[in-house]
């Protein structure tokens, strides 16, 4: 069954302090891998498309990377605008029942303290 | 270029009510897939539509029901309304299948 966990549920980090949000995930071969950022009361942005195993992506302080059975999405020196939830979503490939369909992880909800 | 566009941004509704929510691609995007969105079960496909035609569909009951226009504008329809039903419904586009969402700000329904 395709499925997707992240974690943590949520972080609380002080601006400047780095850290990884994790993105674990069981799929029939995977199309793609997608991160956004969700800020309350908005729909999700989208932040990165990742395709295959080492492959990254970077946008100021945000970079996505993905192995054959995670993804990583390191923020460096966060800032207090950074805090979001971030949810991961993976579009399972053929093989799967739910090909076409974007399968969201809960997400992680980051608090970046002054 | 404008984003996807969903109305009503809020409505209230009563048990046993139907509603109907509306939901405008970005202009050239054919694809317009549907989710909801609950504290507790996070982000659920509900169907997703591509050139008129339903292509996928969640596991959500038949009161669930969508449609697409021929100017890729669709709209979701939820009948028999139950208190389960409260939730951010999400309507998101792009181009063709399989590639990255854009979405809409949301309608947030509560069902009362």
């Known amino acids: 069954e395709d499925q997707v966990t992240q974690s943590p549920e949520a972080l609380r980090l002080q601006e400047g302090e780095s850290s990884s949000l994790n993105c674990s995930y069981t799929v029939s071969g995977l199309r793609g891998l997608f991160w956004y950022r969700q800020d309350p009361g908005k729909g999700p942005e989208f932040l990165f498309t990742l395709y295959s195993a080492g492959e990254e992506k970077e946008k100021e302080r945000l970079k996505a990377t993905l192995t054959k059975k995670e993804s990583f999405l390191h923020i460096t020196a966060p800032k207090p605008e950074d805090s979001a939830t971030y949810l991961c979503?993976?579009?399972?490939?053929?093989?799967?029942?739910?090909?076409?369909?974007?399968?969201f992880g809960q997400g992680t909800t980051l608090q970046v303290k002054p | 270029k404008a984003g996807v566009t969903q109305t009503p941004r809020y409505l209230i509704k009563t048990r046993g009510q139907q509603v109907t929510l509306s939901c405008s691609p970005i202009s050239g995007h054919r694809s317009v897939s549907w989710y909801q969105q609950t504290p507790g079960q996070g982000l659920q496909f509900l169907f997703e539509y591509f050139s008129e035609t339903q292509r996928n569909k969640g596991n959500f009951p038949g009161r669930f029901s969508g449609r697409q226009f021929s100017n890729s504008r669709s709209e979701m329809n939820v009948s028999t309304l139950e208190l389960g039903d409260s939730a951010l419904y999400l309507c998101?586009?792009?181009?063709?299948?399989?590639?990255?969402?854009?979405f809409g700000s949301g309608t947030q329904l509560s069902v009362l």
């Open positions: 979503a993976v579009h399972p490939g053929e093989g799967s029942s739910n090909t076409g369909k974007l399968i």
């Open positions: 998101a586009s792009s181009f063709t299948q399989g590639e990255k969402l854009f």
